[in-house]
């Protein structure tokens, strides 16, 4: 069963002369452990499309499904919950909470999930020692280059054991050589753990990792 | 951790903060010195107006002496009033018991006269009862052969009296007739309260009896050890008086003493409407750093709610840096609150000139209480947990789609 089911979804932003339809008639589905990238000049909608896989917008018409559910259909305190349980983000601009350490950073969704402290310590540090962060574990993100603020979110989309990671432009802030080890160590646990992902981005390199590609023009799909 | 982001975020933009909590500080110090102010010049007009001759407790004969036995000490003699006396005594807290009887009489001096209202309680009446009561000029009254009197010294003015002079006293007696009495005006005193300066004077219970062929004293006045202890002894009187079947009925204090119930109404007015200045400018404060603050954490806030932050978490989230600030605030009011209380305590700089009614003032002291510490803080929490409500809840409503798009 594809994890991910978006089935003729339109979405019209503002209305009247101001309206802008970011996305018109999307259908495509994405099988569990696929690495699906998601190319497109500014404006072709794959940011949005992102936002509708990851349960952060709704679409005006049509429905997505993911991992079985329809979030449009949730409520609040569901669609936290599954969001919390299912999908982990990774942003181009990392969006780390500042007043909070990398450890913490990481070890925040445990704690939504109701993980014991133990648990926690111990995932949290695993993860970090994967993503080369373990040592920096207490720094807070403002003592912490781009590439390693990017590793820190990875591990926090990942800490749950989420089943669809959704990454946008999670190399567009980075230099390249630092840009390459993000897009490995996504590869890794994809291959460890069958963690989808779908990465939105512009960067060819990022499409060299995928195992499908979509391309994106004016809220369509167009290949 | 709930707590401990909120805790951090305070910290994160110190300015702002610190001038939030400026607010709430220096409005929760005004309140802990007013109040404090309050507490003290209530309590002095308390004791003072308890020592005034009032006492804690007076047993009268009944009801109605309070608004006509000033000019009836016969009808309203107290029966038993020894029996009465002893009884009272008898309780631990009860400092002492003074008989006292006041009538009204003409008084003359040379081609003078007046009227005045003569107050009569022994001699040996403890000076603590007495404080209004001060002689300043001549002596207080004494055992003697010959019958002395204090006049109030706007009466001794009226009349041109000083001390030594002789006045004369013309009353009604028992049974309606009339008798007169010379006296010696040993002193002149002064009471603080204007009113009663020009219309008292003061003799010896004793003399008073037997000019007005007094059956007994039409009160008995009771002094207690406390001030506070006044309801619980009040209740113990009343049924020992309804057991023994005597007719007598006992009054608190607070019943007897308009002007201070009047004063206090006043000033606790007053501390609502300051209380309620302060709660404004606060409330105004704290919707303004919580709204800044939400504003400048959109994308984080869009973020908490893509980890599992449901839209009751974000609201907790700013509920309770609300109610950091507003804590924080009042307990360093409170501290502020009682240091500056206690400098002007010692600096003694503030002189309150004679408030309505009275002839002197006073050097201001401030004595703000733990209950108004506790109230503060109380006030000031629960004032930023109101405050931060709407931006909190403006906050938890942030579209997760626009919150991550938001630069």
Redesign the interface.
């Known amino acids: 069963m594809p994890i991910v089911q978006v089935q003729q979804v339109g979405k019209l932003y503002g209305s009247g002369t101001v309206a802008v339809q970011a996305l018109s008639e999307v259908s495509i589905e994405i099988e569990t452990g696929d690495i699906v990238c998601i190319m497109g000049a500014s404006g072709s909608g794959k940011s949005t499309l992102l936002?509708m896989m990851?349960t952060?917008?709704t679409p005006s018409e049509g429905t997505v499904w993911i991992a079985g559910q329809q979030p449009a259909m949730l409520s609040?305190?569901a669609l936290?919950?599954f969001?919390?349980?299912t999908i982990g983000?990774v942003?181009q601009?990392f969006?780390l909470?500042?007043?909070?350490t990398a450890f913490?950073n990481v070890e925040?969704?445990l704690?939504?999930?109701g993980e014991p402290k133990a648990t926690r310590t111990e995932v949290v540090m695993d993860l970090l020692q994967q993503v080369g962060m373990a040592e920096w574990a207490r720094s807070y993100p403002n003592c912490l280059s781009g590439g390693q603020q990017q590793r820190v979110a990875i591990a926090?989309a990942l800490v749950?054991r989420p089943q669809l990671v959704i990454a946008d432009e999670p190399t567009a802030s980075l230099d390249h050589q630092t840009g390459t080890h993000i897009l490995e160590l996504m590869k890794q646990i994809n291959a460890t753990h069958r963690t989808t992902f779908v990465l939105a981005t512009h960067d060819p390199l990022v499409a060299t990792y995928a195992t499908r590609l979509i391309r994106m023009d004016s809220g369509r799909i167009v290949a | 951790m709930h707590l401990k982001l909120a805790f951090r975020n305070l910290l994160r933009n110190k300015r702002r903060t610190t001038l939030t909590l400026a607010s709430i500080v220096s409005g929760v110090i005004s309140l802990m010195v007013y109040a404090g102010f309050i507490h003290y010049s209530l309590w002095g007009l308390r004791e003072s107006t308890i020592h005034s001759g009032l006492g804690h407790i007076q047993i009268v004969k009944n009801e109605h002496y309070f608004t006509s036995g000033a000019f009836d000490p016969f009808g309203f003699s107290l029966d038993r009033a020894t029996e009465i006396t002893q009884q009272i005594r008898a309780l631990p807290q009860v400092r002492y018991v003074v008989p006292q009887s006041t009538f009204g009489s003409t008084i003359g001096f040379k081609d003078k006269t007046g009227l005045v209202m003569v107050q009569a309680v022994p001699v040996n009446t403890p000076k603590d009862l007495l404080r209004f009561r001060r002689v300043i000029q001549g002596k207080d009254l004494s055992q003697s052969n010959t019958p002395e009197m204090v006049l109030g010294v706007g009466v001794a003015k009226r009349l041109g009296v000083t001390i030594g002079d002789q006045v004369t006293l013309l009353t009604a007696t028992k049974g309606g007739g009339v008798n007169a009495m010379d006296v010696a005006v040993v002193g002149i005193s002064k009471s603080g309260i204007r009113e009663m300066d020009n219309i008292y004077g003061y003799i010896d219970w004793e003399l008073a009896s037997h000019f007005l062929f007094l059956d007994g004293p039409s009160v008995l006045i009771g002094v207690l050890d406390q001030t506070e202890a006044t309801n619980a002894t009040l209740r113990q009187i009343n049924a020992g008086l309804k057991q023994k079947g005597w007719v007598a009925t006992a009054r608190p204090w607070h019943q007897l003493a308009d002007y201070y119930t009047q004063a206090a109404g006043f000033f606790y007015a007053l501390m609502v409407v300051i209380k309620a200045i302060v709660v404004l400018v606060s409330v105004f404060a704290i919707i303004n750093t919580v709204t800044m603050s939400v504003f400048e954490r959109v994308r984080e806030i869009g973020m908490l709610r893509i980890m599992g932050s449901t839209q009751g978490a974000i609201m907790t989230l700013f509920i309770l840096e609300g109610m950091m600030m507003g804590l924080l605030g009042g307990v360093m009011g409170v501290v502020g609150g009682f240091g500056v209380s206690a400098i002007l305590n010692l600096g003694e700089w503030i002189y309150i000139s004679p408030p309505p009614g009275m002839s002197e003032g006073y050097v201001a002291q401030f004595k703000p209480t733990v209950w108004d510490a506790m109230e503060c803080v109380v006030l000031a929490t629960g004032v930023s947990v109101l405050a931060s409500i709407y931006p909190a809840f403006k906050a938890s409503k942030i579209s997760v789609a626009e919150a991550i798009r938001f630069k």
């Open positions: 936002n990851g952060i917008d609040d305190g936290s919950r969001r919390n349980q983000f942003f601009s969006n909470i500042p007043v909070l913490e925040y969704p704690l939504l999930a926090r749950a």
